[in-house]
């Protein structure tokens, strides 16, 4: 009773709730590996059967970019190498900028202005 007055109350007010993908395959989880009926997870969440299944749809078709690698390995490994790298020019950038400051400091010491 409580979950049809949720729904009534949505549809008065004309707004849509939002999921993020990770309650997405919870809700998903809960037919497909605790195999409650689909009828009982729209309910309890007041969704619409075919937004569920629209759901489902779409985690399979794209679930095997889960187990996707790309040439170099792991499906972060790009990122992580480009990280790598980013952090290996901004430590070379904090060098030169320590190494400037240094001759600057020497040079106002030796002009007498500091």
């Known amino acids: 009773m409580l979950v049809a007055q949720k729904r009534k109350e949505m549809s008065m007010n004309n707004t849509r709730r939002q999921f993020k993908p990770q309650e997405k395959v919870r809700i998903l989880r809960l037919h497909l590996l605790e195999h409650k009926p689909i ?50 020019r901004l430590s070379y950038k904090d060098e030169v900028i320590a190494e400037l400051a240094a001759d600057h400091v020497r040079l106002k010491k030796e002009l007498g202005l500091g």
């Open 39 to 88: 009828s009982n997870v729209c309910d309890e969440y007041g969704l619409s059967p075919t937004v569920f299944y629209r759901w489902q749809k779409q985690f399979f078709e794209q679930g095997a970019v889960a187990f996707e690698r790309n040439k170099n390995g792991s499906p972060n490994r790009k990122l992580e190498k480009e990280n790598a790298r980013l952090k290996a």
